[in-house]
């Protein structure tokens, strides 16, 4: 592995980093070798971290602790940073791109042409399931590759679903490889692990957090050529991505459902607002067509 690439993941672990202050270090110098001399007072006056996060981030920076961490993680997944070959190209371009991606399984899967991302409620309805097990088959059978978020609900369909259809799936999660969110998923992130691939812009021991999964977000919606909303409130963390989708110009899939039912008033509020109602794969073939022949 480059020298560069083992410089980037040690800053990114290290405590008191940050996406922005690493964007910064790159831009002062690309090969990241000048943050190894820095002192507290080079980091409080040059890029205006406080005294305190400052220490904390030289001396974790250069401890022991740290390099044996990494060494660790280096033997439990791969390394992808935004330089190299198998970094998604989708990614590539949204704002605020993953400076470094921790890959689990099947890397190649990076490599493919066309996916899908797939998000919804996390208590889905039996029609909601019935909508998944409608739409996925031709996408599948289209060489298509499903991104979720591992999830329970809609993201944990989407996932099992294209696993027993055959086809082949991308979970991003909001943790690192050594944790399991939610636990009652484990059997699922394993198999993820060993016939797809897992992706993740934390390192293998850190925990889930709340605000990882915002984060995530815009690495799901980023992956995809579009996002199918399949059931969500109108007040409904979906949204989230959703926006995100919308800010990196990708398209925007909604599943209708009853006016009667909750779950379906996030998805109807879309279409009016100008997501594509779809009614079948049909319809997003149709839009992957257009999008292809741009």
């Known amino acids: 592995m480059e020298e560069r690439t083992l410089r ?5 672990q290290t405590k008191g980093a940050s996406r922005v202050l690493l964007r910064q270090f790159l831009q002062f110098d690309p090969s990241l ?8 007072k080079d980091l409080t006056s040059n890029f205006k971290l406080s005294s305190k996060r400052a220490s904390t981030f030289v001396t974790h920076l250069h401890s022991v602790s740290n390099r044996k961490q990494l060494l660790t993680n280096l033997s439990e997944c791969a390394l992808l940073p935004f330089w190299h070959p198998n970094y998604p190209r989708s990614l590539r371009s949204i704002p ?32 909601a399931l019935a909508s998944v097990k409608k739409v996925l088959p031709p996408l599948l059978n289209e060489g298509f590759v499903i991104v979720s978020g591992m999830a329970e609900g809609i993201d944990s369909v989407a996932h099992e679903l294209t696993e027993d259809l055959g086809g082949k799936t991308i979970a991003v999660l909001g943790f690192g490889f050594q944790y399991c969110y939610p636990k009652v998923n484990k059997p699922l992130m394993q198999t993820l692990a060993h016939n797809h691939l897992l992706l993740s812009e934390y ?3 850190i925990p889930p957090r709340k605000w990882h999964f915002p984060e995530r977000n815009r ?15 109108e007040r409904s963390g979906t949204l989230i991505t959703v926006d995100q989708a919308l800010e990196q110009g990708r398209e925007v899939f909604a599943i209708p459902g009853s006016i009667l039912n909750d779950f379906s008033s996030g998805c109807n509020k879309m279409i009016q607002d100008g997501a594509k109602l779809v009614q079948n794969a049909h319809d997003i073939l149709e839009e992957w067509e257009v999008q292809k022949g741009k």
């Open 96 to 127: 605020d791109a993953p400076l470094l991606l921790y890959a689990k399984g099947d890397i190649k899967l990076l490599g493919k042409d066309s996916y899908l991302s797939i998000v919804g409620t996390r208590k889905c309805s039996n029609l």
């Open 8 to 12: 980037l993941a040690l800053i990114h």
């Open 33 to 40: 070798k000048f943050v190894f001399s820095l002192s507290v």
């Open 219 to 233: 690495i799901i919606s980023g992956l995809g050529f579009g996002t199918l909303v399949v059931e969500a409130k």
């Open 203 to 205: 390192p293998p021991h």
